[in-house]
């Protein structure tokens, strides 16, 4: 079965300083892999995605994330963070089946500081 | 730009009682999802739906649990009985049926309370 992990539960990051988050998965295949943002209050906000071809994917609000195959790997980094990227940031796999249903990481909840 | 929409934004039930969450996906979608958010877990899986039936389920998704796409627009989570640990937020998510098209949209959510 699936599975992704994601290590850090609580990140804080001063405004201006660049972030990374980590993803790990576990799946057989080829993963679909997906980033989520969730601000307070709010649904799941697709960031970005990787389906195949290059590893390094961009996303909205300047964020990218790397896929890492050795690594079973896709973590998600933006160079200078904003006050308004403070959110949970959720990681996702994906199955090549039918019903492409989504597994999730656990979420990291990112504070920025002044 | 084309959302994902859910009513209502927050239900509270009593224990027993039977609830409908609603959800009207992207326009042009085909493939319709419900995921649920316990308080402080990790989004979860409950079912998927093409093609006017249900393609997978989880093992949440048991016989108190139902969906329906009653019409071309609308797509509904109906829980008969509920319990207290359905207590969560009910989270829709609709996608399209084409090809390198796998990422789906999520609507806000329903947050269910039930006491």
């Known amino acids: 079965a699936q599975s992704v992990t994601q290590p850090d539960i609580h990140i804080t990051v001063s405004e201006g300083a660049s972030l990374e988050l980590r993803c790990n998965y576990s799946y057989g295949a080829t993963p679909y892999l997906f980033w989520y943002v969730q601000s307070p209050g709010q649904g799941l906000q697709l960031l970005l995605k990787y389906f195949s071809g290059d590893t390094l994917v961009q996303g909205i609000k300047g964020f990218e994330a790397e896929f890492k195959r050795s690594q079973s790997s896709f973590n998600l980094r933006k160079p200078s963070v904003h006050w308004s990227d403070a959110a949970e940031y959720f990681c996702?796999?994906?199955?090549?089946?039918?019903?492409?249903?989504?597994?999730f990481g656990g979420g990291t909840r990112v504070l920025v500081k002044p | 730009e084309p959302e994902v929409t859910q009513t209502p934004s927050h239900q509270v039930t009593q224990m027993g009682q039977e609830v409908i969450l609603r959800c009207v996906p992207i326009?042009?979608?085909?493939?319709f999802y419900w995921y649920r958010q316990i308080l402080g877990q990790k989004v979860e899986f409950l079912v998927s739906?093409?093609?006017?039936?249900?393609?997978?389920k989880s093992e949440i998704f048991d016989d108190q649990f139902s969906v329906e796409r009653p019409d071309g627009s609308n797509f509904t989570l109906k829980i008969r009985s509920t319990k207290l640990e359905d207590s969560a937020m009910y989270f829709c998510a609709s996608r399209e049926d084409r090809a390198n098209s796998y990422e789906q949209y999520f609507g806000p959510g329903t947050r269910l309370t039930v006491t």
């Open positions: 326009s042009n979608h085909l493939y």
């Open positions: 739906f093409y093609n006017n039936e249900i393609s997978e």
């Open positions: 996702a796999v994906g199955e090549q089946a039918a019903g492409n249903k989504l597994t």
